[in-house]
T-cell receptor, first 117, second 115 residues
Framework: EAGVTQFPSHSVIEKGQTVTLRCDPISGHDNLYWYRRVMGKEIKFLLHFVKESKQDESGMPNNRFLAERTGGTYSTLKVQPAELEDSGVYFC???????????????FGNGTRLTVT | AQKVTQAQTEISVVEKEDVTLDCVYETRDTTYYLFWYKQPPSGELVFLIRRNSFDEQNEISGRYSWNFQKSTSSFNFTITASQVVDSAVYFCALSEAQGTYKYIFGTGTRLKVLA
């Protein structure tokens, strides 16, 4: 079974540019989460999809961030325009069911390291 | 407010030493879940353990053990006889009352095990 896959692994862009991060969850996982770790700080929740619907987007920092999950499969996270403080590692994770379950743990991807210069 | 504190930013030990990573949490909820994740140099977050608030039993898994104490709101992680492969960043996390994977993470502890 393939794990959670994130593209690209690294991205370096200039302030003001646009970047789109992609996450492919494990096949069959309806729940998809985005998290972000800004340098040296805690990993913070951004949002949670159940299939194609945004279940909880309370962690999205501002309207420069747009997350989509068309068709309930892969998800994209677009930052437009990027600012210096957006630099960090963006993690995607998926689970089969919504609640915490021994039978449905949360699987994380390797993350995308975004650097805004 | 809910919060997870990992006061140790970085720890260095010599191989075969025991090491304890501290985690202190704050929550108003009576039902909650606590987790530990390992982030090796490859970058992914690897699940280590989950505990719910009603289960204060300590757990041992090989060289790893966890001490959950509600009285002090702590969920500490001990590695016995550390190995170089244990070098990683370790994160403690708390889930909110809804019982979903909306985590509150600590800032992580970087463990360096020296040969």
């Amino acid at each position: 079974e393939a794990g959670v896959t994130q593209f690209p692994s690294h991205s370096v862009i200039e302030k003001g540019q646009t970047v789109t991060l992609r996450c492919d969850p494990i096949s069959g996982h309806d729940n998809l989460y985005w998290y972000r770790r800004v340098m040296g700080k805690e990993i913070k929740f951004l949002l949670h999809f159940v299939k194609e619907s945004k279940q909880d987007e309370s962690g999205m920092p501002n309207n420069r961030f747009l997350a989509e999950r068309t068709g309930g499969t892969y998800s994209t996270l677009k930052v437009q325009p990027a600012e210096l403080e957006d630099s960090g590692v963006y993690f995607c994770a998926s689970s089969q069911v919504q609640g915490i379950s021994y039978n449905s743990p949360l699987h994380f991807g390797n993350g995308t390291r975004l650097t805004v210069t | 407010a809910q919060k997870v504190t990992q006061a140790q930013t970085e720890i260095s030990v010599v191989e075969k030493e025991d090491v304890t990573l501290d985690c202190v949490y704050e929550t108003r909820d009576t039902t909650y879940y606590l987790f530990w994740y390992k982030q090796p140099p490859s970058g992914e977050l690897v699940f280590l353990i989950r505990r719910n608030s009603f289960d204060e039993q300590n757990e041992i898994s090989g060289r790893y053990s966890w001490n959950f104490q509600k009285s002090t709101s702590s969920f500490n992680f001990t590695i016995t006889a550390s190995q170089v492969v244990d070098s990683a960043v370790y994160f403690c996390a708390l889930s909110e009352a809804q019982g979903t994977y909306k985590y509150i993470f600590g800032t992580g502890t970087r463990l360096k095990v020296l040969a």
